[in-house]
């Protein structure tokens, strides 16, 4: 036996995932020593970067052929499977990019942590859940997988479980999390069929009925959409995601939602078969809705991640938006125009997870460096955080959707699928998508005020706080990091087409449509139908802007004055000298609070003004409404909560009671059965 | 030599812009000034204002950062390149391709992003103000201009602004309803993104219902001047922008030669003269509204975009 051993793809990717779990077992042997934190982050940095490498080479070499691997282990007459296909390589990227980001931040920010065993087991642990969903092939190991996911992110949200507020965090995270997998347990058994054949490739070529594929589809916005933070069910996301430490955050928001959001194209797109278009409603329906409740929400936040982790939902909310138009044009065989949109979902969860992951990893660095998530204790950390604020600017340019930055391009996808609209046959999409798509900017431009308010606040203006008065830059780790995704943010704005072909295999896999090859086209430039009906080119764009830009600056210093003169601030001759009385968080939100939110949040603005002659000073206070918690997620507790008080009566009945009652239920369910047959 | 002449015409364009873009200011002010029976300045006194500030020293205050020196070239260079890319007297200049029209929209996001960033950067109560108000304002206009985008796009086919000049150009278009409400759609979106009467006074200083004004209160000499010369260029944009969708007679199609481009130039410049006319009449006949009223004047702008599109589709089934 000379020839030599080809390994496959797949099995090259598993054993990256084995390395992750011998590392959460080294972890737990060294996390009491003083180099774990380095060993442990190296180690995973190394681990994601070779998977992302294969990952990448699977989505850009051979993606057509997949590759599959069975192992012994799970349901005795199945077995565990796992298949690596180009759906799969794709999310795999995004999975093991973002890790390495994270492993990377870890190894500087790493060091702050004050209880380093409870969070170095677990993240490895994470990161392998999380590879191991992607690569999951059937019904049961899908599932493991997927509960040992969230389980380690659990652990890790409950890291610092002493820190007010963290507890509950977790208690609602864990009862969401059981509500998820549930409901993705029931679909997978509808799924399968009375005859319960759980590998994926038994349930693709199964054909469902219509009944069955809309439960199915109703489930997985259940399952998958409460792991994503689909509104109503987001409820445990700002509280969780802020809980973790910060590169655990930027992995829950940036990585983890897409996993969520790869467990539904996979149910829905690949497995279910052909859509019916009345599905896509829906999805526009959430996705939309999400979009712009959770911009909203994130526009009223003080605490600088939890407005990140709302922002999250917003961003969540565009990419269903975008695979809601991508299931109407499949429906109606529109390939072209779904191929479009299928794209620029998938385009934008390789970019939120690119600028969600730079943006907690400045709010980690923030928090480092002062201790402070509260915006209204932050403020001017521009001058005491040079490279950590240009980094966030990248970042808070790119999620408001500007060009030349990359969030842009996906959004332009998105809008250059809702103009293919008036192709679609039924009257509701015609009329809805529209609608969606004012929907979209209006959550685009809210975005952008957003970002303006949570780095105008935080980074921009003078302290208001000692604490952010002292600030100090971080390490070289964590600005390494940083740094590596701004220029990815930058990459992908401005070299779109290249980002474009490489998502075509996946494309063509699932939908067996693709958009046109982008790099024909003159310039670099992306053209997602015909030149003539739009084209954009993030590169000329740049180029420009920095060419008259630097044309105005010569210009200015050649010819104009150069006099500066530094002073103090001029606002309008009166200026505050209190650094608290400069414009707050919620002060730049109140015009916004008072257009939407006094629909959205019942929100009111209480002035208490003491009387005349008393020197306690007026105050402004803000009242604001969850309506879904209040409304949905309070009645829900309140019913568990008084019939587990009625039903703790039980607990304490005499041995006579007991006995009767054992006997009425025996009785009961005789009688049951005497009727029944 | 094909290609230096495609690159003579579109930097012929750059500079017309740049040229153009005081003097409609100074008209617009002019003619509100004799309707209201006063003498007023030149029409040239734009270029001395501009002139006078770029000599001036500038007073940054104590605590302003990198980003509130930086951002006055970036708005400029941004609001630049968006008035270059719009087609003013022809249509299909070689860079035309680089952005559609929901591109030249983003790039004013993202002038309007850092400005609004500036005005937050040395802490004072009136930058506050004037930055939650005009993000306040985008988020309003934002959705109105694309229901107005989705519906040129519907009639024309395409975003390219200069397919969708030459198909509205070609004569068979005639006249629609749903034009003409996304026209009227456009204009309000317009005023209120120029900061004009009845959204913002572009005239006040001192006041708390300014938006604008009350943004860039803190720049002073030659970073002042970059911010005005971006309002102007953002007003000629907004007027092109308006000619060449809804008015493009006489646009010189790209490729017809030295004399087609001069007539469509001074067809241009009618154009300009007349829109300026129009908003120097509507601002006088105005008043300006509260801050708050605002979101329904918008919100009147996305009802007419949405009608728009609706109407198209019904008139299209028939």
Not at chain 1, 557 to 576: E, N, Q
Not at chain 1, 595 to 607: C, I, L, P, Q
Not at chain 2, 40 to 60: A, C, H, I, N, T
Not at chain 2, 285 to 308: E, H
Request: with cysteine; proline share 5%.
């Amino acid at each position: 036996m000379n020839s030599a051993v080809v390994i496959s793809p797949v099995a090259l990717q598993m054993s990256g995932v084995a390395a992750l779990l011998v590392t959460a077992i080294l972890a737990i042997a060294l996390s009491r020593s003083e180099r774990a934190t380095a060993v442990i982050y190296g180690a995973t940095l190394a681990i994601c970067a070779a998977a992302l490498f294969g990952a990448l080479r699977a989505l850009l070499g051979d993606a057509a052929n997949s590759s599959t691997l069975i192992l012994p282990v799970g349901l005795p007459w199945l077995g565990a499977h796992f298949r690596l296909d180009a759906l799969a390589s794709f999310f795999l990227v995004v999975v093991n990019l973002g890790g390495a980001a994270a492993s990377l931040y870890g190894l500087g920010y790493g060091h702050h942590e004050p209880s380093p065993h409870r969070v170095l087991p677990f993240f490895p642990a994470f990161l392998a859940g999380m590879n191991l969903v992607v690569l999951a092939d059937d019904a049961f190991s899908y599932l493991l997988c997927w509960e040992f996911m969230s389980l380690a992110s659990w652990a890790l949200v409950m890291a610092h479980h002493r820190e007010p507020g963290n507890a509950k965090a977790g208690y609602v995270y864990l009862v969401m999390a059981s509500f998820g997998t549930l409901s993705l347990l029931l679909a997978f058994g509808l799924l399968a069929g009375p005859a319960g054949d759980y590998g994926f490739a038994a349930i693709r070529a199964a054909a469902h009925t219509p009944y069955v594929a809309a439960l199915v589809l109703i489930l997985m916005l259940l399952g998958a959409g409460s792991k994503a933070g689909l509104v109503p069910l987001h409820v445990w996301l700002p509280l969780a995601h802020p809980a973790a430490p910060s590169h655990v955050s930027a992995l829950m928001s940036g990585v983890m939602t897409k996993v969520a959001i790869y467990g539904f194209i996979r149910v829905v797109f690949d497995l279910l078969g052909p859509p019916n278009w009345s599905a896509s409603v829906i999805v526009l329906f959430l996705g939309s809705i999400t979009a712009v409740l959770g911009i909203l929400y994130a526009m009223m936040e003080n605490d600088l991640k939890r407005l990140l982790a709302y922002s999250t939902i917003e961003n969540i909310g565009i990419i269903f938006v975008s695979l809601g138009l991508a299931l109407a044009f499949q429906a109606n065989g529109l390939k072209l125009a779904a191929a479009l949109a299928f794209t620029a979902a998938l385009f934008h969860v390789l970019n939120h997870s690119f600028f969600k992951s730079l943006l907690f990893f400045g709010a980690g660095a923030v928090l480092n460096s002062t201790g402070e998530r509260d915006m209204d204790k932050l403020g001017g950390l521009i001058h005491r955080m040079p490279f950590t604020s240009f980094a966030v600017l990248v970042g808070c340019v790119a999620i408001s959707a500007l060009p030349p930055f990359n969030g842009f391009v996906s959004e332009w996808l998105m809008f250059q699928a809702v103009l293919q609209s008036p192709d679609l046959p039924q009257w509701a999409l015609k009329i809805m998508v529209p609608a969606v798509g004012a929907m979209l900017a209006l959550a685009a431009a809210l975005a952008a005020a957003t970002f303006v308010k949570a780095y105008g606040v935080t980074f921009l203006g003078r302290p208001r706080s000692t604490a952010a008065e002292t600030a100090n830059e971080v390490d070289r780790y964590s600005l390494a990091a940083m740094f590596i995704l701004a220029v990815l943010c930058l990459l992908g704005g401005i070299l779109p087409g290249l980002v474009i072909d490489a998502l075509s295999p996946v494309a063509v896999e699932i939908l067996g449509g693709r958009m046109p090859i982008q790099a024909n086209e003159a310039w670099l430039s992306i053209a997602p139908i015909a030149e003539s009906r739009s084209s954009y080119n993030g590169l000329l764009v740049m180029m420009f802007i920095a060419i008259s830009a630097s044309l105005t600056v010569f210009f200015i210093h050649r010819f104009a004055s150069h006099a500066l003169r530094r002073g103090p601030a001029w606002g309008c001759g009166f200026s505050d000298a209190v650094p608290a009385a400069q414009y707050s968080g919620a002060s730049f939100a109140q015009p916004i609070r008072r257009v939407f939110g006094t629909m959205v949040f019942h929100a009111r603005d209480h002035v208490e003004m003491p009387p005349p002659g008393d020197i306690r000073p007026a105050r402004l206070r803000i009242e604001l409404h969850d309506l879904i918690w209040e409304g949905m997620y309070a009645p829900i507790a309140g019913a568990v909560a008084v019939s587990s008080e009625w039903l703790n009566q039980l607990q304490f009945l005499t041995i006579r009671r007991y006995l009767s009652l054992v006997f009425a239920t025996l009785v009961t369910l005789l009688l049951v059965l005497a009727i029944w047959s | 030599m094909v290609v230096v002449s495609d690159i003579l015409v579109q930097s012929i364009q750059m500079l017309l812009v740049l040229v153009l873009a005081p003097l409609l200011t100074g008209f617009v002010r002019k003619v509100k000034a004799r309707l209201v029976r006063r003498q007023g300045p030149s029409v040239f006194q734009p270029y001395r204002d501009l002139l006078r500030l770029l000599r001036k020293e500038v007073v940054l205050a104590d605590n302003a950062s990198w980003l509130f020196r930086v951002t006055p070239y970036v708005t400029f260079a941004a609001i630049w390149v968006a008035a270059a890319l719009v087609p003013t007297f022809a249509t299909g200049l070689l860079f035309n391709w680089t952005a559609d029209l929901i591109a030249i929209v983003a790039l004013l996001g993202s002038a309007r992003f850092f400005l609004a960033l500036a005005g937050m950067d040395v802490g004072t109560s009136f930058g506050g103000i004037g930055s939650s108000r005009e993000v306040m304002i985008a988020a309003l206009a934002e959705p109105a201009m694309l229901l107005m985008v989705f519906c040129v796009a519907l009639v024309a086919g395409s975003t390219q602004l200069s397919t969708v000049a030459d198909f509205l150009a070609s004569s068979y278009v005639g006249l629609r309803v749903s034009l003409g409400m996304a026209l009227v759609s456009l204009v309000m979106v317009a005023l209120a993104e120029n900061a004009r009467i009845p959204v913002d006074n572009p005239a006040t200083h001192l006041e708390l219902t300014m938006v604008h004004e009350a943004m860039v209160l803190e720049y002073s000499g030659r970073h002042l001047a970059m911010i005005e010369f971006g309002a102007f260029l953002k007003l000629l944009l907004y007027i092109s922008l308006i000619a060449c969708v809804f008015f493009p007679w006489k646009i010189a199609v790209f490729g017809t030669g030295p004399l087609a481009y001069a007539i469509g130039a001074a067809i241009y410049l009618v154009k300009l003269a007349v829109a300026g006319f129009l908003l120097a009449m509507f601002e006088t006949a105005t008043a300006k509204m509260r801050v708050f009223r605002v979101p329904q004047f918008l919100g009147a702008a996305l009802m007419l975009g949405l009608l728009g599109t609706l109407l198209l589709f019904v008139s299209r089934s028939f």
